[in-house]
């Protein structure tokens, strides 16, 4: 495989701060890596020629890059890039920054950021319990720390500061580590750059540093952006706790110092107890005292409590009044929620009609929220609930589909004599039930058929066509029927079916009183690649096939050598009268066998397609010598590779390896 390019870019951002430069832009450099094995490797190399870049400009704050510096910022970016890698398998967007620290001793700061395209994938270590661990762990089982999971517990030991920051469509985890040795030239503070960080369009900008509040932004052009910024956030997201995750970034500290939100167990009843989904502080060392409170106290609204702001006393997660003679020995708490001086609202989230949880904000040394402040929460809240309510209804659909789907397919494939398979089954929805389908099953008569279909479309209907086409190609192919012979029968059927949906049809018009009827319907054909393998006695298989509509299957040689294994011929379910033929080839140990839907041939970048002149015959004849499984992911990481963005229909292939 070539190597993969480091293409830099050296970006001036105007309007920011150069460390050692207080009037001049901000510098960064930035590179884009495919989600492959290779990325971290690339990442270090990069990082490494971007400070070598850097001090050879003669940047100021270059003069502070130790050794040390460098080796911390390239295992930052190797424990990142693998975790993005592992865990997404996306692009990663790499980012490299010089900061300024500014204040009484000005400091400049080294920030990494790596960003993924799957932000639904929780990041390794940073919920308890969501990663899974290594391949082989059996569920439950925590892996072990001397092998795995260490990547987050390097970074926070080396970073200054880290964290995690949500954006429609993508996850960014960035840190923090401090120059060694620089000092800036005197310059006036500015006072207007402070003000510009509470701007809609700077929303989730990861920050090391606390960002200033002012009440006063909140005027009849500062509220509708934000509401707006959130309003496509939060709709971006199918996942109610990174909807909770998202809100909890949104509402502290713009405009409050704390906050927590519990979400309702969906379909629990009203006596369950909510749960605690997320709670998030402005400082970091306030988080799990706050959590430690809220858990020890839950907060509970009254049953008729309606979307509004309810005032709530503030949760002290620290001995309210302690005693006189404790005070001396007791230390003073961080200053963090628990203060006897504060505010705190409580906001019930709604969706339809229905509860779905409560949030509570909180703000320090206040005697109340602003009116302001609390009405602009209440509108937040509302659209937090349309969120949760969003994300649910996705997550109630991706359930029926996936157990739909798991009816639709089968649980296990057939082994055959010989012959070593391979298969990639990746749907392009979790929401929606995919229209690609395979089986590999025995029939009578020492044979094995084999199937790869891909139905027109997704969704309820592509699955009745699924549930009806899988069985009745192993009812045909267990009769005896020839490999033509059970298409011509599959399309009679499949046009049979078709007929009693339009007489249907036709009879809800003439009830409707003649008027034509809109009920989504659509054609029920598909494109089907059938075919059967005998075990000959010297080695190998004899394998009849025939394809409907299909992509052609290849047949890759030793030698390298690749050709379509079958001719095309017409869709099932479109036209009555077609008579199927078959062809009949032998496949020899160490030939292969591909199979794919068009998932695969029509993947799509810009106007180019993967199998433009050839492609997936080019890919494949780079296979040659390899196992079935090695094969199958050569093609399917080709298929990933082919475009930045995630394929947008069902990827399914199928690799036979005779032995």
Request: charged share 20%.
């Given at each position: 495989m070539a190597p993969i390019p480091l293409q830099r870019d050296t970006v001036q951002r105007p309007g920011t701060t150069r460390a050692g430069h207080a009037h001049g832009p901000r510098l960064a450099s930035r590179t884009s890596l495919p989600g492959i094995p290779l990325a971290p490797s690339a990442a270090r190399r990069f990082v490494r020629a971007a400070l070598a870049e850097w001090t050879g400009l003669g940047v100021p704050a270059a003069v502070g890059f130790s050794d040390r510096l460098a080796d911390d910022a390239v295992t930052v970016t190797n424990e990142l890039v693998t975790n993005a890698v592992v865990h997404a398998g996306t692009t990663v967007d790499?980012?490299?920054?010089?900061?300024?620290?500014?204040?009484?001793?000005?400091?400049?700061?080294?920030v990494l950021e790596v960003t993924d395209h799957h932000p639904a994938r929780p990041v390794s270590g940073d919920e308890p319990g969501a990663d899974p661990g290594p391949a082989g762990a059996h569920p439950g089982e925590l892996p072990d720390p001397a092998e795995y999971g260490r990547g987050l517990q390097v970074v926070a030991t080396l970073a200054d500061s880290w964290g995690i920051t949500y954006r429609t469509g993508l996850k960014t985890v960035w840190a923090r580590l401090p120059v060694d040795d620089w000092s800036a030239p005197p310059a006036p503070p500015?006072?207007?750059?402070?003000?510009?960080?509470?701007?809609?369009?700077?929303?989730?900008?990861p920050a090391a540093r606390r960002t200033e509040r002012d009440d006063a932004v909140w005027d009849s052009r500062g509220a509708p952006a934000f509401l707006a910024e959130a309003s496509d956030l939060l709709a971006g997201q199918l996942d109610e706790d990174l909807v909770a995750a998202i809100a909890g970034q949104l509402l502290v500290p713009r405009l409050a110092d704390w906050c927590a939100i519990w979400l309702e167990t969906e379909g629990a009843g009203p006596a369950a107890e909510p749960r605690l989904a997320r709670v998030w502080h402005s400082e970091e060392t306030g988080t799990e005292p706050l959590r430690a409170a809220l858990e020890r106290e839950p907060l509970r609204l009254p049953a008729g409590v309606g979307p509004g702001p309810v005032p709530v006393p503030v949760p002290v997660p620290w001995p309210a009044h302690p005693a006189e003679e404790d005070r001396e020995a007791t230390p003073a708490p961080p200053p963090h929620p628990g203060g006897r001086d504060g505010a705190a609202l409580a906001f019930r989230i709604t969706a339809g009609g229905r509860a779905l949880g409560t949030v509570l904000v909180g703000r320090e040394g206040v005697a109340q929220v602003p009116e302001a402040v609390a009405s602009l929460i209440e509108d937040f809240v509302r659209r937090l609930g349309l969120a949760v309510g969003a994300a649910r209804a996705y997550t109630r659909q991706a359930t029926i589909s996936r157990i739909l789907q798991r009816g639709l397919l089968p649980s296990k494939v057939a082994e055959i004599p010989g012959v070593t398979s391979?298969?990639?089954?990746?749907?392009?929805?979790?929401?929606?039930?995919?229209?690609?389908?395979?089986?590999?099953?025995?029939?009578?008569?020492?044979?094995?058929?084999?199937?790869?279909?891909?139905?027109?479309?997704?969704?309820?209907?592509?699955?009745?066509?699924?549930?009806l086409a899988r069985p009745w190609l192993r009812l045909l192919s267990r009769e005896g029927f020839g490999v033509g012979e059970v298409l011509d029968r599959l399309n009679r059927l499949l046009l049979d079916d078709a007929m009693e949906a339009a007489e249907a049809a036709a009879l809800m018009v003439a009830a409707a009183g003649g008027q034509q009827l809109h009920d989504g319907t659509q054609s029920r054909f598909?494109?089907?690649?059938?075919?059967?393998?005998?075990?000959?006695?010297?080695?190998?298989?004899?394998?009849?096939?025939?394809?409907?509509?299909?992509?052609?299957?290849?047949?890759?040689?030793?030698?390298?050598?690749?050709?379509?294994?079958?001719?095309?011929?017409?869709?099932?379910?479109?036209?009555?009268?077609?008579?199927?033929?078959?062809q009949i080839f032998d496949l020899a140990p160490g030939d292969t066998l591909l199979c794919v839907t068009d998932g695969v041939t029509e993947r799509r970048s810009g106007p180019l397609m993967f199998d433009d002149g050839d492609g997936l015959a080019r890919v494949l004849a780079g296979c040659a010598g390899l196992p079935a499984e090695a094969t199958a992911e050569r093609i399917r990481r080709a298929v990933h590779e082919f475009a930045e963005q995630p394929p947008d229909d069902d990827v399914a292939l199928l690799v036979l390896h005779a032995d």
């Amino acid at each position: 495989m070539a190597p993969i390019p480091l293409q830099r870019d050296t970006v001036q951002r105007p309007g920011t701060t150069r460390a050692g430069h207080a009037h001049g832009p901000r510098l960064a450099s930035r590179t884009s890596l495919p989600g492959i094995p290779l990325a971290p490797s690339a990442a270090r190399r990069f990082v490494r020629a971007a400070l070598a870049e850097w001090t050879g400009l003669g940047v100021p704050a270059a003069v502070g890059f130790s050794d040390r510096l460098a080796d911390d910022a390239v295992t930052v970016t190797n424990e990142l890039v693998t975790n993005a890698v592992v865990h997404a398998g996306t692009t990663v967007d790499l980012v490299l920054r010089l900061e300024e620290e500014g204040g009484d001793e000005p400091s400049a700061a080294l920030v990494l950021e790596v960003t993924d395209h799957h932000p639904a994938r929780p990041v390794s270590g940073d919920e308890p319990g969501a990663d899974p661990g290594p391949a082989g762990a059996h569920p439950g089982e925590l892996p072990d720390p001397a092998e795995y999971g260490r990547g987050l517990q390097v970074v926070a030991t080396l970073a200054d500061s880290w964290g995690i920051t949500y954006r429609t469509g993508l996850k960014t985890v960035w840190a923090r580590l401090p120059v060694d040795d620089w000092s800036a030239p005197p310059a006036p503070p500015d006072g207007e750059a402070l003000r510009r960080g509470l701007r809609a369009a700077e929303i989730l900008a990861p920050a090391a540093r606390r960002t200033e509040r002012d009440d006063a932004v909140w005027d009849s052009r500062g509220a509708p952006a934000f509401l707006a910024e959130a309003s496509d956030l939060l709709a971006g997201q199918l996942d109610e706790d990174l909807v909770a995750a998202i809100a909890g970034q949104l509402l502290v500290p713009r405009l409050a110092d704390w906050c927590a939100i519990w979400l309702e167990t969906e379909g629990a009843g009203p006596a369950a107890e909510p749960r605690l989904a997320r709670v998030w502080h402005s400082e970091e060392t306030g988080t799990e005292p706050l959590r430690a409170a809220l858990e020890r106290e839950p907060l509970r609204l009254p049953a008729g409590v309606g979307p509004g702001p309810v005032p709530v006393p503030v949760p002290v997660p620290w001995p309210a009044h302690p005693a006189e003679e404790d005070r001396e020995a007791t230390p003073a708490p961080p200053p963090h929620p628990g203060g006897r001086d504060g505010a705190a609202l409580a906001f019930r989230i709604t969706a339809g009609g229905r509860a779905l949880g409560t949030v509570l904000v909180g703000r320090e040394g206040v005697a109340q929220v602003p009116e302001a402040v609390a009405s602009l929460i209440e509108d937040f809240v509302r659209r937090l609930g349309l969120a949760v309510g969003a994300a649910r209804a996705y997550t109630r659909q991706a359930t029926i589909s996936r157990i739909l789907q798991r009816g639709l397919l089968p649980s296990k494939v057939a082994e055959i004599p010989g012959v070593t398979s391979a298969l990639v089954y990746e749907p392009s929805d979790d929401g929606v039930v995919g229209g690609d389908f395979y089986d590999i099953f025995p029939c009578p008569g020492d044979r094995w058929c084999f199937v790869l279909g891909d139905v027109q479309g997704s969704g309820p209907e592509a699955a009745v066509v699924t549930g009806l086409a899988r069985p009745w190609l192993r009812l045909l192919s267990r009769e005896g029927f020839g490999v033509g012979e059970v298409l011509d029968r599959l399309n009679r059927l499949l046009l049979d079916d078709a007929m009693e949906a339009a007489e249907a049809a036709a009879l809800m018009v003439a009830a409707a009183g003649g008027q034509q009827l809109h009920d989504g319907t659509q054609s029920r054909f598909l494109s089907l690649l059938y075919g059967e393998v005998v075990p000959l006695p010297d080695g190998g298989v004899r394998c009849t096939v025939a394809s409907a509509g299909h992509p052609l299957p290849l047949l890759l040689r030793p030698d390298g050598s690749v050709r379509p294994a079958a001719d095309p011929q017409v869709l099932l379910g479109v036209v009555e009268d077609v008579a199927y033929e078959s062809q009949i080839f032998d496949l020899a140990p160490g030939d292969t066998l591909l199979c794919v839907t068009d998932g695969v041939t029509e993947r799509r970048s810009g106007p180019l397609m993967f199998d433009d002149g050839d492609g997936l015959a080019r890919v494949l004849a780079g296979c040659a010598g390899l196992p079935a499984e090695a094969t199958a992911e050569r093609i399917r990481r080709a298929v990933h590779e082919f475009a930045e963005q995630p394929p947008d229909d069902d990827v399914a292939l199928l690799v036979l390896h005779a032995d």
